[in-house]
């Protein structure tokens, strides 16, 4: 039996709310969800704001097309890649229009995509048309540029003995926690690299699937969508590599400021790797019209998948139920306007009365002789002391609400100071605070701020910054921390958290990316005049 929840009102997208006329090619949204970018076809990107419906910003770079674009965490970068061989990062706090350039990447080749790392802007995923990924270090203490190859059987240490064999690099991802990037080959295998030691840990082969075209997270990371050349879209359970990282050869982050050493440049041999075949939860597709995708996403809390059709005459976007295998097709158009679906909600105006009664058709309404006409059966005499009473009667209901109020605000100021402080708890901030950090032992009776407010300290113990809000807490008497396996967590024994060493990686030397933190500037046209 299913029952159907009544409070939730929530669908798949039905209706187009607006059209932005972009002429794009592709577009994505930014974290927020408030701006759109767009790129297109003469090397353009343009950012729309959707509350105003209108172009805010044109980033002219490229001089040919844009072929992917990606947002920064916090929406300060915009990232675009072209077939000119050239990866632009734009700075959206820039006064000025069009945004100065941050940064620019030069390959040797054109750039199919590009994204950003999840937690810092200068760490850049590139995939080129010749079938190469690089991970781009663009940090000052470990700048560099490595590509991303497949470990092969009889691959010679240090030499090419087995680029012949190397399957050729169609797609390239971040995980939503950018501790691993998974690659899509031309022979229907997912490869898995560790970000942090540029190293492959595992190799997937999917049955039946042929050149990966893309890859598509959740938003949790927990499951991934595959789209192969066999028209068919996958959906998998990421597995867990837990068991895998000891692997690695670097080392713990050092104990005097938690900055993680660099990783070893040496490649793990194949029989390190975990070689396992991926089985499918979910397989769609149109076996009717045999449809190829052009794209696809999940919804935020996915609960839905949507599919883009790659047929150039159907031009529609397919959606599924993942609770209930449902499918529901929208049309779209290919003029390369940009479609805003939403949910539309009808208005129930029985629930706001009792009484209220709903109808179909609008009804005129005769009102009945003396309805409302209460004062015509009051004598004349009376008149002055009834409105004098009215006035009265409400400022009795004025001041009596009045007390109200201020009674409720007391109460609650008395609530809030009889709760306990909690002066022993450890939070761990999730991200790099605005400027600089602290470093060295903290006491019971100190704390450290960051970006999200004070951190109480730690009791019975040391703790140790790395300048972006992480800590690392020593277990041992003396107040250090033991350099070994790289895969050892740092934990606090008070609230058993623990950090990561690939997210201290990832954020050893912070952008400029923080919330609230920069605010861009809408440009107005009289402005722009002047």
Request: charged fraction near 25%; charge should be negative.
């Amino acid at each position: 039996m299913n029952y159907i929840d009544p409070f939730h009102t929530l669908s798949h997208p039905t209706a187009i709310q607006t059209t932005l006329p972009a002429t794009a090619l592709f577009c994505k949204f930014d974290p927020s969800g408030r701006f759109l970018a767009t790129g297109r076809h003469n090397g353009a990107a343009e950012i729309w704001d959707l509350e105003t419906k209108n172009e805010i910003r044109c980033l002219d770079g490229h001089v040919k097309p844009v072929t992917s674009v990606d947002w920064s965490r916090n929406s300060r970068y915009l990232l675009t890649s072209s077939k000119d061989w050239n990866i632009v990062v734009w700075d959206l706090a820039s006064p000025y229009d069009p945004p100065q350039r941050h940064n620019t990447l030069r390959f040797d080749a054109p750039v199919v995509s590009a994204s950003f790392h999840p937690k810092n802007s200068r760490i850049i995923l590139a995939l080129l048309t010749t079938g190469e990924a690089y991970l781009c270090d663009s940090r000052k203490a470990s700048k560099s540029r490595t590509q991303l190859k497949e470990v092969v059987e009889g691959e010679r240490v240090g030499g090419d003995g087995g680029s012949s064999r190397r399957s050729y690099i169609t797609t390239a991802r971040f995980d939503p926690s950018g501790k691993h990037i998974f690659i899509g080959t031309s022979n229907g295998t997912l490869l898995v690299f560790r970000t942090r030691t540029k190293t492959m840990i595992a190799r997937h082969k999917i049955s039946g699937a042929n050149v990966m075209k893309g890859l598509e997270f959740t938003k949790c990371g927990r499951r991934l969508v595959t789209n192969s050349s066999d028209r068919t879209l996958r959906q998998f359970t990421v597995p867990s590599y837990a068991h895998l990282e000891g692997n690695s050869s670097s080392s713990l982050p050092s104990p005097q400021n938690c900055v993680p050493s660099p990783p070893s440049s040496t490649s793990p041999s194949p029989q390190d790797i975990w070689e396992q075949d991926l089985e499918p939860t979910h397989r769609f597709n149109d076996p009717i019209n045999k449809t190829a995708w052009h794209t696809m996403s999940y919804s935020p809390d996915g609960e839905w998948l949507a599919g883009g059709a790659a047929d150039s005459a159907a031009h529609k976007v397919y959606i599924w139920d993942l609770s209930n295998d449902g499918l529901f097709v929208r049309s779209t158009t290919n003029l390369g306007n940009v479609h805003i679906w939403h949910c539309p909600n009808p208005e129930r105006w029985g629930a706001f009365a009792g009484g209220f009664e709903e109808v179909d058709e609008n009804v005129e309404y005769e009102e009945r002789e003396s309805e409302f006409d209460i004062v015509s059966t009051c004598p004349i005499s009376l008149l002055p002391s009834l409105f004098l009473e009215n006035e009265r009667i409400t400022q009795l209901v004025a001041e009596t609400r009045i007390q109200e109020d201020e009674a409720v605000i007391l109460e609650r100021k008395m609530k809030a100071e009889e709760e306990d402080v909690d002066i022993d708890s450890f939070v761990v901030a999730t991200s790099p605070p605005i400027s600089g950090g602290l470093a060295g032992p903290v006491t019971r009776d100190q704390s450290v701020t960051s970006d999200r407010g004070p951190t109480p300290a730690l009791v019975n113990g040391t703790a140790n910054t790395n300048g972006n809000g992480h800590h690392a807490m020593d277990t041992k008497p003396n107040g250090t921390l033991a350099a070994g396996d790289d895969n050892k967590m740092l934990v606090d024994t008070n609230s058993n958290s623990t950090v990561d060493p690939d997210t201290l990686w990832a954020e050893e030397d912070p952008d400029d990316d923080v919330p609230g933190g920069w605010r861009m500037r809408v440009l107005m046209e009289d402005e722009e005049d002047e």
